[in-house]
């Protein structure tokens, strides 16, 4: 059973309908007791940094996660639950999880691509090119086009923690992991076939092996 954690941050129905879609059992809640003896975990959500935080530390859902991720089991975030995985975040100045050491940064306001202003949010379809291995990118496209949502973005402490590579203006980490955990700035639950080849690939592993 595929547990999907909804702390209030929103595109939690997305991400079931990507699981129905392709057939994976899976729990959506914001209850830690109900999410405890799941098979695989999934993080997902949108919105500001500050208010999900403390909301996950409120209902005890930080703790969830840590104890999952502790307990070797395949657990997965995505955007906001990508971004909440490092130590801290400019948005907000909110403490993250510390699963992870690096902080997020809000994108330079002036960034430019060919002499023209780019907009922040950074919104729409991007090429994400992976940089090492991973059960996550089995049977996906070298440099896959996937879609993304956000005016932050992580930066992980350690080169070897990233997976992936996005170009916005600069190039940011758009995936990272380790272990069991690991995590995708974009939406695989809006990114089509590409997509949702990355959620079957994350519920069929089995967080150690690769696919």
């Known amino acids: 059973m595929i547990g999907v954690i909804d702390y209030g941050a929103g595109n939690i129905t997305s991400v079931s309908r990507a699981l129905s879609h392709l057939g994976r059992a899976h729990r959506v809640s914001g209850k830690p007791e109900e999410l405890a003896s799941s098979t695989h975990l999934i993080f997902p959500g949108v919105g500001a940094a500050g208010s999900a935080m403390a909301t996950i530390r409120e209902t005890g ?21 990508c971004q909440i995985v490092l130590a801290a975040s400019e948005e907000d100045d909110t403490p993250g999880l510390d699963l992870f050491p690096g902080i997020v940064k809000r994108f ?10 780019l907009k ?17 990118f089995a049977g ?18 350690e080169e070897d923690l990233v997976l992936g590579r ?3 203006g600069i190039s940011f980490c758009s995936v990272l ?5 690991l995590a ?28």
């Not at 950074?122 to 090429?127: E, K, S, T």
Request: glycine residues 12%; aromatic residues 12%; hydrophobic residues 35%.
């Open 120 to 136: 922040i949010p950074h919104m729409g379809w991007n090429r994400v090119v992976f940089t090492r291995p991973s059960p996550l």
């Open 140 to 157: 996906i496209y070298p440099a896959g086009e996937f879609y993304f949502v956000h005016s932050y973005y992580p930066l992980p402490a």
């Open 166 to 168: 996005t170009e916005y």
């Open 177 to 181: 992991g380790r272990g069991n955990l």
């Open 61 to 81: 859902l930080a703790d969830l996660i840590g104890d999952f991720v502790s307990s070797g089991r395949p657990t997965l975030g995505i955007c906001l639950g």
């Open 184 to 211: 995708v700035q974009f939406h695989p639950e809006k990114s089509g076939p590409a997509g949702l080849k990355l959620l079957d690939n994350f519920c069929r592993w089995d967080g150690k092996d690769a696919l």
């Open 108 to 117: 330079p306001g002036d960034m430019k691509t060919q002499a023209r202003p």
